[in-house]
Structure formats: C-alpha cells, structure tokens
C-alpha cells in the first residue's frame, strides 16, 4: 500500500460517537481523511444484523468518497463484505493463515515491540500499528503509553515499511510521530469529537510537514 494513505487513520464505532456515527463518518471523509476503520466495540456496540448493516453503510460511504474502508479485528465479515481490508491484533488468527485469506487485500497488524514488527513484516502484513503512544480514553484494555521510543526504533530498522501510530493523539501532539518517522495517525477521538473536522483533519496533515 502507499505510505501516504495511512496520513490520517480515522477508527470509528457507534459508541464512539454522540452525533450520528454515519453524519461523523461522511464529515470525516469530506474533511479528508485518508483511511477508515471500522471497530464497533465497547459496551452498546451493535451486534449481529445491526453490526453487519451498520458495517455495510460505512462501506457505501467510504467508496462514495474512495477511501480504503478496514474491518477491525472481525475477518469473517471483512471477508463477507470484501472490505478492502482488515486490522487485527496480537490476540487474533495468525497472520500467515490471515494473509492467504487476504490477497490483493490490505492487512494491518498491531505490534508492540521489536519481535511482535519482525513477525508482522516477514509474514506479509501491508502496515504495522503501534501504540498506545499516550494514554487513550478509547481502548479499555489498551497497553500502558509507550511513548515513541519503539516507533523509532522500528522506522531506522525497516526505514520503507509503513506504519502509523495511534494512541492519544492530538493536532498538539502528533508532530512527535511524525518526528519519530510515522506515515500517519491514527486516531478516535481527535476527529469524533472535533467541533471542526475539516480544520483537525488540515492540522494532522500540516503536522507531517
């Protein structure tokens, strides 16, 4: 995949939202970003029919405006939908047995240390995640902030793999990924609750400059 399409990594679900998760989707996507994900998780989270049909709608969305559209964590409905892709973690399928599933497809990995990154590069993941890089009020059961020391380390080992950073991220912070040799952040609540979209999208972009 290109680097460039990981600049702004916008990650959604309905229990991330107090507007309508659609309205904030299609906002997103006019204001620019570069990538959606789809992570319908936490207390509330629509399950079943509700889930699929939700997953569906993002989906129409994320074409209309032409934007990669990932499944987080659930293959068998990014395989359903043929999403153009699917993120999973540590905890998942293995990624060899995911990549075959996947052809043609973008697969995104999270990692965490320098063993987790050799596994997801050599077994073919497209793009790697790393974070949490501060404290995030998104993920319950995130690990503890891990700053951005393994993030260059990772950069200066595979200097052309991309990767993109997520955890806490904010247009006030993210010149320190970008510093560290991220392509792109990912981000929640930066763009979910922005009063602005357009102009948190612009700011993520000037930060890369």
Do not use: W
């Not at 309905?14 to 570069?34: M, R």
């Not at 319950?140 to 997520?166: E, M, N, S, W």
């Not at 806490?168 to 979910?192: K, Q, R």
């Amino acid at each position: 995949m290109n680097r460039e399409d990981l600049s702004v990594y916008f990650i959604m679900g309905t229990t991330n939202c107090i507007e309508d998760p659609l309205e904030v989707l299609e906002d997103a996507l006019k204001s620019g970003v570069t990538i959606f994900q789809l992570r319908e998780k936490g207390d509330g989270s629509l399950k079943g029919s509700a889930y699929e049909e939700f997953a569906r709608q993002c989906q129409l969305l994320c074409n209309e405006y032409n934007v990669p559209f990932i499944v987080n964590d659930d293959v068998e409905l990014a395989l359903k939908l043929q999403a153009d892709g699917v993120h999973v973690g540590q905890d998942d399928q293995k990624l060899e047995e995911i990549r075959k599933q996947f052809v043609g497809k973008i697969v995104g990995v999270s990692v965490h240390n320098e063993q987790e990154m050799d596994i997801a590069v050599f077994n073919g993941a497209d793009y790697v995640g790393i974070g949490p890089i501060h404290e995030t009020k998104s993920k319950t059961d995130a690990k503890p902030a891990a700053g951005v020391t393994f993030l260059a380390k990772a950069r200066k080992k595979y200097p052309d793999f991309p990767i993109v950073a997520i955890g806490g991220l904010t247009t006030d912070n993210a010149f320190e990924v970008f510093e560290a040799g991220a392509d792109g952040v990912a981000v929640i609540s930066a763009i979910c609750e922005s009063p602005n979209r357009k102009e948190t999208v612009r700011s993520f972009m000037q930060a890369q400059i």
